[in-house]
């Protein structure tokens, strides 16, 4: 189910092989790196810490110095600050550029990971579910629930994953955008997957063919 490999190449953009006979790619796309940040990476809570870092200084600052030199005294919060956003929105866009999110007619394959390149094959007949969660922008996670059996580490995928489920790990694509209409997508490929008939040969035609 999981795999990687560090020196191989992709013979398809996102996917680690060639696609077999009958398989095709109906979309792909990678995380919003903004909402990245936003959402699995805490920014907004971090610039608000140190915002109010930042006022508190300066309000500390002002009982005892004129408004200059209490601005003065907050320059290094509002570094520190930049800093540690600036370390968020980085780490939020490396891991968006190194993801690519894949739906085929046949499975969900995600390729992640940083140093690592780890790629995730979530065949049909293996989910179980499917959660969408959206904002008011239209970016939003899709979430997978899979059949008992099969297991995936949640700190092993991480962000791509739906957050704190970390008992039966779901993983997601993450903010992606226009993910209603992606979540669509997924479930007509299911659909069509589930109700593709299949061939079963029964004992009277083998018992057929072993005669002639």
């Not at 490999?5 to 006979?21: H, I, R």
């Not at 008011?136 to 059949?147: C, Q, V, Y």
């Not at 994953?161 to 209409?181: E, Y």
């Amino acid at each position: 189910m999981m795999d990687h490999d560090d020196f191989a190449t992709e013979p398809v953009k996102g996917l680690p092989e060639a696609l077999p006979k009958g398989e095709h790619i109906i979309w792909q796309g990678k995380p919003s790196t903004w909402r990245l940040a936003v959402e699995a990476l805490w920014f907004r809570p971090v610039a608000g810490y140190f915002l109010l870092l930042i006022f508190w200084r300066f309000g500390a600052s002002l009982q005892q110095v004129s408004v200059g030199e209490a601005i003065i005294h907050t320059v290094p919060f509002l570094v520190a600050g930049l800093i540690c956003c600036g370390i968020l929105y980085g780490l939020a866009m490396m891991l968006a550029s190194t993801t690519i999110y894949t739906l085929t007619n046949r499975r969900v394959a995600l390729r992640i990971g940083l140093l690592v390149t780890l790629n995730l094959n979530l065949p049909h007949s293996q989910i179980a579910n499917a959660m969408l969660a959206t904002t008011s922008s239209g970016h939003g996670n899709l979430a997978f629930e899979i059949k008992p059996g099969t297991s995936v580490s949640y700190l092993m995928i991480w962000p791509h994953v739906r957050p704190w489920h970390l008992k039966r790990a779901q993983p997601a694509l993450r903010c992606i955008q226009d993910a209603g209409h992606v979540a669509q997508l997924f479930a007509e490929a299911a659909e069509s997957r589930i109700s593709e008939p299949v061939l079963e040969r029964t004992n009277m035609q083998l018992a057929h063919e072993a005669a002639e």
